[in-house]
């Protein structure tokens, strides 16, 4: 059974950083691509980041570009995206995806970023 479990939400002000990390498990997670989508209330998913099976190439909205960092570690089955100057409009639920899916199928980790 895949599962993906989130964590590292919080709240903070804006200008703050957060670390967001995401298990994996039930599938092969180092021979996927991964992503991270975020929704917030009223509004589809929208597509963060996402990062190749190897970590060598990695892609951002235009939104998150020079501010996310999106990395894995294949040998603990696990996603990250480094959130550095956060911004209230980067308030959302954060959910990582296999491949570039934008159809969430975990429970997600709350960001609030306060102004």
């Known amino acids: 059974e895949v599962q993906l479990v989130e964590s590292g939400g919080g709240v903070v002000q804006s200008g703050g950083s957060l670390r967001l990390s995401c298990a994996a498990s039930g599938f092969t997670f180092g021979m996927l691509s991964m992503s991270w989508v975020r929704q917030t209330p009223g509004k589809g998913p929208e597509w963060v980041s996402t990062i190749t099976r190897y970590g060598g190439v990695t892609f951002y909205a235009d939104s998150v570009k020079g501010r996310f960092t999106i990395s894995r570690d294949n040998a603990k089955n696990t996603l990250y995206l480094q959130m550095n100057s956060l911004k209230p409009e980067d308030t959302a639920v954060y959910y990582c995806?296999?491949?570039?899916?934008?159809?969430?199928r975990s429970q997600g980790t709350q960001v609030t970023v306060s102004s």
């Open positions: 995806t296999i491949e570039r899916s934008t159809s969430p």
